[in-house]
Nanobody, 123 residues
Framework: VQLVESGGGLVQAGGSLRLSCATS????????TGWFRQAPGYERECAAA????????YYADSVKGRFTISRDDANNTLYLQMDSLKPEDTAVYYC?????????????????WGQGTQVTVSS
């Protein structure tokens, strides 16, 4: 099983980035998924998560209204659209997959992780 993130980079405050997570070795439609982020000195936190069906979503209060999580099960890919970026969004972003149905915001409950992609927002 592999999860590979892409789309990170350096952007000015107010800008946008779209992260992608390409998966292989699993059928994404059998998994709930999420995007987590970790800044230096901080624990990994759930920024956004989506249920297996795609009907239910979760957003951290800090990203609500600015980030959008989506999934394309036909292409086994997860996305995170990030708009109106702020310097405090700077972190390494990880995609995760958990075999199950429900939205899950707890990192230890995820079965598979990508290697992470750096997002840096300058002021």
């Amino acid at each position: 099983v592999q999860l590979v993130e892409s789309g990170g980079g350096l952007v000015q405050a107010g800008g946008s980035l779209r992260l992608s997570c390409a998966t292989s070795g699993l059928t994404l439609g059998n998994y709930a998924t999420g995007w987590f982020r970790q800044a230096p000195g901080y624990e990994r936190e759930c920024a956004a998560a989506i249920s297996r069906s795609g009907i239910s979503t979760y957003y951290a209060d800090s990203v609500k209204g600015r980030f959008t999580i989506s999934r394309d099960d036909a292409n086994n890919t997860l996305y995170l659209q990030m708009d109106s970026l702020k310097p405090e969004d700077t972190a390494v972003y990880y995609c995760g997959a958990r075999f199950g149905v429900a939205v899950t915001t707890t990192a230890v409950r995820y079965h598979y992780w990508g290697q992470g992609t750096q997002v840096t927002v300058s002021s």
